[in-house]
Nanobody, 125 residues
Framework: QVQLVESGGGLVQAGGSLRLSCAAS????????MGWFRQVPGLEREFVAA????????YYKDSVKGRFTASRDSAKNTMFLQINSLKPEDTAVYYC??????????????????WGQGTQVTVSS
């Protein structure tokens, strides 16, 4: 079992920045892909970024490239999502997720086995 806890969300003005954290416990993350997703009420959960824990390689939804940066601190079993130049359309609950896999990355929420509780990001215009 992997337990995930997100933090760092909040209310921010458009153009601002936030750094989300996802702390993992219960297992080492060797051979895991860690993902960031977001969800707006009434819409499906969507992929925004992922990091292959072993390789450190990162993957992004096209529309967030250049503004979102995923990173990890392996010693602390923690993943981060730096979000810059926030836009009102970034408003959502952000979730981190984990899956043990031989693949480089997974994009579908259904591929992930473990989820955090989510952290709200609200961007005011």
């Amino acid at each position: 079992q992997v337990q995930l806890v997100e933090s760092g969300g909040g209310l921010v003005q458009a153009g601002g920045s936030l750094r989300l954290s996802c702390a993992a416990s219960g297992r080492t993350l060797f051979s895991y892909v860690m993902g960031w997703f977001r969800q707006v009420p009434g819409l499906e959960r969507e992929f925004v970024a992922a990091i292959n824990w072993n390789a450190g390689s990162t993957y992004y939804k096209d529309s967030v490239k250049g503004r979102f940066t995923a990173s990890r601190d392996s010693a602390k079993n923690t993943m981060f999502l730096q979000i810059n130049s926030l836009k009102p359309e970034d408003t959502a609950v952000y979730y981190c997720a984990a899956v043990k896999t031989a693949a480089s990355v997974h994009y579908r929420p259904s591929d992930y086995d473990y989820w955090g509780q989510g952290t709200q990001v609200t961007v005011s215009s």
